[in-house]
């Protein structure tokens, strides 16, 4: 609730948007046969803050008026979601369509709280594999997100050209690079590994690239990702305080050129763009060893539909979240804000109109949920991981070590 | 010219150094909110180039939340003395073995974090309807006010004779109209201070307002900083400029009333 | 919950003979009234808080809880889950560090401030006022201000300390465990001082001067003064400080929680973070009321211990 810096990242990794004609006449949303009598929806999102706030609005506007209803809006800051849908729950006056980061999908779902999309008319045929993992609980889809995001490698191209360095494909590269872009008064690489979820997150391209597990995190893969996180530090390619900066710290420092490459994601890019002098590229994750596939997780926000008694209004629900899921829709909410569809199809269409987001489009096909492997008991690994981090980098344990200090062994 | 006034000069220099350490971080706050956009790593001592951007983002943006803040913390001086008051004059006039009972009560008040009676008024307000509005916030913000305005006005109307109400009473004045008659206009000084503490205590929550509020419409200034903190980092001197805002009544409030503010009201209150 | 009962008692102790029985009872329901508003408002504000934080505190209350509406009994579990838990004896080691080195610290600065302020100066008054500052800025402000000053790499006090040759490197204030819980007790001396040194230049303020005329003539000038006039005097005052200090000291949330979040590596932890942690992280309540009943317990033994000591003072 109080900690700042879960709320950077859940607004930081939640940034999409919408353009209200994208979402015009043919948007998908088949209206149901059944909910004639439901003149207006409740929403609940997190999308608080103007630019998304006003993009969103008319992207949940023109559905609403496809559906021929009309809708009440709620938004609050994004670290208060999940204590106002508490709040809600236990006064049993939770919206009829209401929006869950990903990851607490599932969570959610196994209180009982959300209606299975199936019996309604809703599929997760064509999405990105990870994401119906992620909107999925005990074999049933809870929610459907229209667009997503991933975390990948972001380097200055002025920096890295004038220190000849070529953008790195493996951790070796990556530490050698780090090191020669490294400076008096600049890092030559900058990442999140604060004690949040947020920290937990930035790791995983490496925990997973390397092909660790989450249901083995005192294995060896695990402990080599751990330490290259380590070596950077320790070799003071990057700075000690990456153990208290969050995503957005992190792109602060490179555009204040003071990191030289760092991990985000696509949501930075239109503060990056607003600082024309800071020249910038993607690539994928760098990988341990070659013929490794880079593997992160998969970012953005569902869209559910809290059981409700009155049949008609559930269905309403899921026809508006089926209009939010349309392709147009997606497309639309992808290009807005630098995110990317949720549906493969659309994947190579859209990297060919914004090519900036090239490398994500790589990134996002390969990319997993954090809640794929272990459901609602992600959140304890998670919190396994951000506190070994935090135990290696600050020397109080070694990459080894620290897992199983972590998790309490 | 003497010797003693040379000294005093000398006094008063290093009172202005010691000031100037403690308040370093004020001052950083200022600064910060003077610096052009972007971020405060690069920021000197100095706002050398001073944009005033960041103020008004800040108010366009936070104004209402200021005007927010401003109406539950007048609210909340309102509540807290016109509760507080008579219960301090009972137990500095009334003789009873109670009294230190009270007192106790009081003392344990303190000891119970904010976050237990934010959790308990949160289920307590929804079941009222009290959630997300001014009044509740302004009740739940008593829950400081009270039990310190209790403790300054009791020590001063500890000091007043009883004679004083006696003689009031002999003239037929009932108990209630001898107190807002002869002991309020009396206590004016201590009222204020009291008051002007209960202000500053509701000014500057943020524990309540984050967690009885939960929607847009009812949002204090700590929370709008809050916010910003959140998603804003781009944008630092907007953040620092709200924070220099929410800063100007303390100051305000601390020089304007600082004849009031007399150290014994304050330093008697804990006895 | 003691302060409910205050009223009839009062009713019956309240002076005045008894054959005026008839306006007595009058009287004495007029001053029930007075306290009764008051008394109502602590019940409200803090006892019923209080009773829902125990009952909580046995309960098996999570993230279900609330969509369904069950909370099973689970007896003293929650204690013990929290007493096992491998951060309560780091947290509870950081609590007393953070509280005693705080308490330490805002005492000895506020006294030597107190004295100094106590001279009286041109602008003594409007500095004296100004001090209180630090202690009236909302938290958040304080702690987002603070945070920035204290970055490792690029933050002004680094800066500085570097700029003057006083260290060779930079100082990880937040970033090393074995510094931040140090950063984070420097912060909260900042925000403690000023209620430390208004207090104290009260008591000393309402010590007479014909004391240190008296002392004068027997020769007590400088420390012999401060020790054999200002201290025996000021430690009423003292030890009232001392103790609210450590009432409030050990609640201490958002001050940690705004600059480390209880890290790195948990170093920062104490009751009052991990308390909010299990709540509100781990979403479970049963085990944050626990570690607040805990935190509550603590602090009303050491009242207890206080006023005892206190009582025992008065009576030699």
């Not at chain 1, 859940?10 to 088949?30: E, M, P, Q, Y």
């Not at chain 2, 040379?6 to 006094?11: D, L």
Request: aromatic residues 10%.
């Amino acid at each position: 609730m109080i900690s700042k810096r879960i709320a950077a990242g859940l607004a930081g990794a939640t940034a999409l948007s919408l353009v209200l004609a994208a979402c015009g006449d043919n948007g998908g949303g088949s209206s149901s046969s059944s909910g004639t009598t439901v003149s207006s929806l409740s929403v609940l999102d997190y999308y608080n803050n103007d630019p998304d706030k006003s993009l969103v609005q008319k992207g949940l506007d023109s559905c609403a008026s496809q559906l021929g209803i009309t809708i009440k809006r709620e938004t609050v800051p994004g670290d208060t979601l999940i204590q106002k849908v508490l709040q809600q729950a236990s006064s049993k006056t939770l919206p009829d369509v209401l929006m869950l980061d990903n990851p607490d999908v599932q969570q959610i779902a196994a209180t009982g709280a959300l209606a299975p999309l199936n019996d309604m008319g809703l599929n997760g045929d064509g999405v990105i594999k990870g994401m119906v993992d992620a909107t999925s609980y005990d074999g049933k889809l809870y929610g459907l997100a229209p667009v997503t995001n991933t975390i990948a490698l972001f380097y200055n191209k002025d920096m890295l050209a004038e220190a000849g360095v070529q953008p790195p494909k493996t951790w070796d590269e990556l530490k050698a690079a780090a090191k020669k872009l490294t400076k008096p008064g600049r890092y030559g690489m900058a990442f999140n590994a604060n004690a949040t979820y947020e920290g937990s997150w930035q790791f995983l391209p490496a925990m997973w690239t390397n092909g660790g597990d989450e249901t083995d995190l005192t294995s060896p893969q695990v402990a080599e990702a751990l330490q290259l996180w380590v070596d950077l530090v320790k070799s003071g390619s990057a700075s000690k305080s990456v153990i208290n900066w969050t995503q957005g710290d992190v792109n602060d420092q490179f555009i204040a050129g003071k990191a030289a490459m760092m991990v985000n994601g696509p949501w930075q890019i239109p503060s990056l763009n607003k600082n024309p002098k800071v020249k910038w590229d993607v690539v994928q994750f760098p990988v341990n060893k070659v013929g490794q596939t880079p593997v992160a997780p998969l970012g953005g926000e569902a869209w559910t539909v809290p059981l409700n008694k009155d049949q008609a209004k559930q269905q309403k629900a899921a026809d508006f979240v089926k209009c939010l899921n349309s392709d147009e829709n997606e497309l639309a909410w992808a290009k807005a804000r630098f995110t990317l569809p949720t549906k493969t199809a659309l994947l190579d269409q859209y990297v060919t109109e914004v090519p900036s987001m090239k490398a994500f489009g790589e990134q996002v096909v390969n990319a997993r949920a954090r809640t794929g492997k272990l459901g609602d008991k992600w959140p304890e690994a998670a919190k396994v991981i951000y506190q070994a981090i935090q135990l290696a980098l600050t020397g109080k344990a070694s990459a080894q070590d620290a897992f199983k200090q972590a998790s309490g062994g | 010219m003497t010797d003693s006034t040379i000294r005093r000069a000398v006094y008063t220099v290093i009172g202005v150094l010691i000031l100037a350490v403690m308040l370093f971080p004020v001052y950083w706050m200022v600064n910060a909110s003077l610096q052009p956009s972007g971020n405060t790593l690069t920021a000197g001592f100095l706002p050398l180039h001073p944009t005033f951007a960041g103020y008004k983002r800040a108010l366009s943006e936070q104004g209402d939340n200021l005007v927010t803040s401003m109406i539950i913390a007048a609210g909340t001086v309102v509540l807290s003395l016109a509760i507080a008051t008579p219960c301090a004059y009972a137990l500095s006039q009334f003789r009873s073995r109670w009294v230190s009972v009270g007192l106790l009560a009081i003392l344990i008040s303190q000891m119970i974090p904010g976050i237990v009676i934010a959790n308990a008024l949160y289920t307590a307000y929804e079941r009222i309807g009290l959630l997300n509005s001014i009044p509740g916030l302004i009740v739940a913000n008593c829950s400081s006010g009270i039990p310190f305005a209790i403790l300054i006005l009791r020590s001063f109307m500890l000091s007043l004779p009883p004679s004083l109400v006696e003689a009031a009473r002999v003239d037929g004045a009932g108990l209630f109209r001898a107190f807002v008659a002869i002991v309020l206009p009396i206590s004016k000084n201590s009222l204020i201070t009291a008051g002007l503490f209960s202000f500053l205590f509701s000014w500057s929550d943020f524990l309540f307002a984050l967690t009885l509020t939960t929607k847009g419409g009812v949002r204090p200034v700590t929370l709008g900083i809050y916010q910003y903190l959140g998603t804003q980092v781009q944008n630092w001197n907007a953040v620092m400029a709200t924070a220099v805002l929410s800063a100007i009544p303390a100051i305000v409030l601390l020089v304007a009333a600082q004849k009031y503010i007399a150290a014994g009201a304050i330093g008697g209150a804990v006895k | 919950m003691a302060h409910a009962t205050l009223t009839p008692t009062s009713e019956v102790k309240a002076p005045g003979p008894a054959r005026r029985s008839r306006r007595h009872r009058g009287e004495s329901l007029t001053k029930v009234l007075f306290v009764l508003p008051a008394a109502l408002a602590m019940l409200a504000l803090f006892g019923y808080p209080v009773v829902k934080n125990l009952l909580m505190s046995l309960q098996d209350y999570g993230l279900r809880t609330f969509f369904t509406g069950q909370a099973p009994w689970v007896g003293l579990q929650n204690y013990t889950a929290v007493v096992k838990d491998k951060l309560f004896s780091d947290a509870m080691v950081n609590t007393a560090l953070f509280t005693i080195g705080s308490i330490v610290f805002q005492f000895a600065i506020g006294l030597g401030l107190a004295l100094f302020f106590h001279r009286r100066f041109p602008l003594s008054g409007v500095l004296r006022s100004l001090l209180l500052l630090p202690w009236l800025l909302p938290l958040i402000v304080s702690s987002a201000t603070w945070r920035s000053i204290l970055e490792q790499d690029s933050g002004i006090l680094n800066r500085t300390l570097m700029g003057l040759h006083l260290v060779d490197d930079p100082v990880p204030w937040l970033n090393s465990p074995s510094v931040a819980l140090i950063a984070v007790i420097g912060v909260n001396i900042w925000i403690g001082i000023p209620f430390n040194v208004t207090l104290l230049y009260s008591g000393l303020a309402e010590i007479p001067d014909e004391l240190y005329e008296a002392g004068q003539l027997d020769g007590a000038t400088g420390w012999r003064s401060f020790w054999y006039i200002t201290w025996p005097n000021l430690r009423a005052v003292a030890s009232v400080l001392l103790m609210l200090g450590v009432v409030y000291t050990i609640k201490v949330l958002d001050i940690i929680l705004g600059l480390t979040g209880g890290g790195p590596a948990n170093a920062t932890q104490t009751l009052a973070t991990q308390s909010y942690e299990k709540s509100f992280i781990d979403f479970k309540f049963g085990q944050g009321a626990a570690l607040s009943n805990i935190l509550i317990a603590i602090s009303f033994l050491f009242a207890i211990f206080y006023l005892r000591s206190t009582r025992r003072a008065i009576d030699e």
